[in-house]
């Protein structure tokens, strides 16, 4: 069923969470819509594994209650059936003993600190809620803002293996905003002192509402291009026209680029140099994440921060903490994630030497886990997740409206101080849509005003 009123034809690189995010809303207000995917799948970083008859996130993904954009796109993909509220459990791994992290009171009752420093990290918290001018954070370093306000105990006992968690040898770099959103959208679904943070998960994954999305786009007429790479965004007289596959060349009215920036800078070559070499130099962190399916549960949280920083990863994730294992076959799921700064050798290694090296680690921590109980290790790798913004560098912010004309683009390094998750980029992708939305009576206009 094909239902698109306006004429405007639109190409969306790239069938991630945004492309089909932007897709289902375009198409919903009238526009044709071809969305290209170099992948076999939609889904991108949110895509999924096919195992014993079903689907599992590649990544570990959770979605809070507080994630408003996801919510709505979950109630207008028709999802909600398959859709769980459930309170997180959380916790500290520190000199080979686990604690509990999960509500403020944990906080005031966290070993490893003393009674003074369990008040500062509270403290940090609270302030992180009181500070609204982001502004201010990002011209201050992460490691200065949490010293000043924690102390250099909780410091070093607690963020600075959480910083090295989260931005490998790059976290002296980052700017305060990075912990003070993160403080902020964790602590968005709590409601007093005593509450618990509701996290939620779909059946099968993220990719039961990216499907249940991409069905509802094609029946509004958007067709998808999958295992189909773009090779190249064509510009004539500085205006984007059209898209390059090894197919040929198919003209649009508008092209939307949702790929990293280093990625769409090689595909613009009539783009000004300035503009490519500004998104050839955004810097992001990779990830290397193996994937273990277990018989049993290997603990009681849903995540596990590590502060012993000897061991490689950097948390533990147990997903089916948060998912029921009836949904996953009875498979218990955790991954074992470790973010990788650009320049991280690790990158390389080869699967099998991460597989040894994480297990030396896994069995230190875990010396009564029987490892027959492990069915599956795989190792799943991605370059670009995590964007790194210097401070002080928001003038080296992409613009969505690129220099080009009716070239548009969307991604993570884009949506800053906000974290670079799928709340943010399908929000994104909304104002990307309100903007093509707008601006597209204007290229009607341009078009009658060409000579016949
Ligand atoms: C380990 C990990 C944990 C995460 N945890 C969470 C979480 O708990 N909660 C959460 O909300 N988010 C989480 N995220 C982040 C979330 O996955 C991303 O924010 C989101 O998926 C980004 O979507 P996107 O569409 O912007 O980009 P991508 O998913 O990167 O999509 C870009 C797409 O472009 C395609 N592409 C690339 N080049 C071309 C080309 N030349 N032609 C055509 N297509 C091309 C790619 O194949 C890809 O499908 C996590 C990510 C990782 C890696």
């Known amino acids: 069923m094909t239902q698109n009123t306006n004429s405007h034809t639109i190409a969306v690189v790239g069938g991630g969470i945004m492309g089909v995010a932007l897709a289902h809303k375009l198409s919903q207000n009238g526009f044709a819509v071809t969305v290209y995917e170099r992948g076999s799948n939609l889904g991108g970083l949110a895509g999924y594994i096919d195992y014993d008859g079903i689907r599992m996130d590649r990544f570990y993904h959770t979605i809070l209650s507080s994630d408003m954009s996801m919510q709505n796109l979950m109630e207008a993909g ?4 398959k859709r769980h509220f459930v309170a997180t459990k959380q916790g500290f791994y520190d000199k080979g003993k686990l604690y509990p992290f999960n509500t403020p009171l944990d906080f005031l ?20 809620q009181f500070e609204s001018d982001w502004h201010k954070m990002d011209v201050v370093p992460v490691a200065d803002w949490l010293i000043k306000v924690s102390g250099r105990g909780v410091y070093n006992k607690v963020w600075k293996p959480l910083l090295r968690a989260k931005f490998d040898t790059t976290a002296t770099d980052v700017p305060a905003t ?7 959208r964790m602590m968005g679904t709590r409601e007093g002192v005593q509450s618990t943070e509701m996290m939620c998960y779909l059946e099968n994954g993220y990719y039961t509402l990216i499907e249940a999305l991409a069905q509802q786009c094609s029946e509004r007429g958007v067709t998808f291009h999958l295992n189909t790479a773009v090779q190249e965004v064509v510009i004539e007289d500085g205006r984007a026209v059209g898209i390059q596959t090894a197919e040929g060349l198919t003209r649009y009215d508008a092209v939307i680029s949702t790929l990293p920036s280093p990625v769409l800078s090689p595909l613009i070559p ?32 849903y995540v596990l921060n590590i502060t012993d920083e000897t061991i490689p990863f950097t948390a533990i994730v147990e997903t089916t903490n948060l998912i029921d294992p009836q949904y996953t076959n009875g498979h218990h799921i955790v991954y074992l994630p470790k973010y ?33 109980l492990i069915t599956e290790f795989w190792v799943h790798r991605a370059k670009y997740v995590e964007p790194i913004r210097p401070m002080n560098t928001l003038d080296e912010i992409p613009p969505m409206q ?7 683009m969307g991604n993570t390094v884009m949506i800053y101080p906000e974290l670079g998750n799928g709340e943010a980029v399908t929000r994104y992708a909304a104002k990307i849509a309100d903007r093509v939305i707008a601006d597209a009576p204007t290229w009607s206009r341009q078009a009658a005003a060409v000579p016949g």
């Not at 028709?78 to 059936?81: P, R, S, Y």
């Not at 990075?178 to 902020?184: A, F, H, N």
């Not at 690129?402 to 548009?408: A, I, K, N, Q």
């Open 78 to 81: 028709g999802v909600t059936g």
């Open 109 to 128: 009752l966290f070993p490893p600190l003393n009674i003074f420093q369990r008040f500062r990290l509270g403290l940090q918290v609270i302030y992180a």
């Open 178 to 184: 990075y912990i003070w959103s993160r403080l902020r």
């Open 270 to 301: 009539s783009a000004p140099d300035t503009f490519r070499t500004l998104l050839s130099n955004q810097q992001y962190l990779g990830v290397l994440c193996p994937m273990l399916l277990l018989k049993k549960s290997l603990m009681p949280f």
């Open 340 to 372: 990788l700064a650009p320049d991280n050798e690790m990158a390389q290694w080869p699967d099998d030497r991460v597989r040894e090296e994480w297990m030396k680690h896994f069995r230190r921590m875990f010396p009564d886990f029987d490892e027959s």
């Open 402 to 408: 690129t220099p080009v004309e009716r070239l548009y």
